[in-house]
């Protein structure tokens, strides 16, 4: 055959391994994209959008057995229940904690083992680890959960694959906190949600500081009562997922 022939073709068999590879990982990357908000409002039911009458309160990272169980007491207190979203390596170090969330009558879900980027984790490892989570959460807690929250936000073509092999409905969250940074207080955590307390929306907090600053969930416990407050006054009723009427 003609070299020059050869030659002409390399480069054509190169670039269709790179347009391959390119499709392969858009495939991977394009779920996260819901974590943008213009994103999310076009995509309701990931965002967490509900019963228009009713906010979900949602709580990341924990069981903690430092702050976790404050929580606890404020929820009882305020007469609320919530979503708790665990890590598999938190309710693994703190099952008692684990088992009094489920006891008190709040909603366990899965926030994945470790709080690992699922865009930057390597192939299967999202896949195992979620399925681990849930038998612990099972084995725990004795209930079996419904709903994932990748850590980030950061949804992946794998970890959408992972959940809905274990049963999970992937959600996101309307708004945010902000209630992760070593400036945080509980006025600026109120602050920050305050625009989305709107019926059907999804909150996003913390009742750990495991993946934020030292302390900082001492500024959501603070605004804890604000925010139910806030929510009962605008005639909305706060609770957990299982109550905010996400379809199927």
């Known amino acids: 055959m003609d070299t020059r022939i050869r030659a002409r073709r390399v480069p054509a068999v190169a670039l269709g391994g790179t347009a391959a590879a390119l499709g392969v990982a858009l495939a991977h990357t394009l ?11 076009r995509t309701p039911r990931i965002a967490g959008r509900g019963f228009t009458d009713h906010v979900a309160l949602t709580l990341d990272d924990g069981p903690d057995g430092a702050s976790t169980p404050l929580f606890l007491d404020e929820l009882d207190r305020l007469g609320c229940r919530a979503t708790f979203f665990v890590l598999g390596s938190m309710l693994s170090r703190h099952p008692d904690v684990g088992r009094r969330i489920a006891a008190d009558g709040h909603e366990i879900a899965v926030h994945g083992w470790h709080h690992d980027n699922a865009l930057l984790t390597r192939p299967g490892r999202v896949c195992a680890e979620l399925a681990r989570t849930v038998r612990l959460v099972e084995d725990v807690c004795g209930v079996r959960p419904r709903w994932y929250r990748p850590p980030y936000g950061a949804l992946s073509a794998e970890a959408l694959l992972a959940a809905r092999r274990n049963g999970l409905r992937p959600i996101l969250w309307t708004a945010w906190g902000r209630d992760w940074t070593a400036s945080a207080t509980p006025e600026s955590v109120l ?21 934020s600053a030292p302390g900082a969930w001492k500024s ?25 009427g996400i379809g199927p």
Not at 191 to 211: N, R
């Open 220 to 244: 959501t416990l603070g605004a804890l009562p604000a925010v139910v407050a806030s929510c009962r006054d605008a005639g909305l009723a706060v609770g957990p997922l299982r109550d905010h």
């Open 191 to 211: 602050s920050a949600l305050s625009p989305g307390i709107e019926g059907g929306a999804t909150l996003l907090l913390h009742d750990s500081d495991v993946t």
């Open 31 to 41: 779920p996260a994209a819901t974590w943008l908000a213009p994103v999310r409002r």
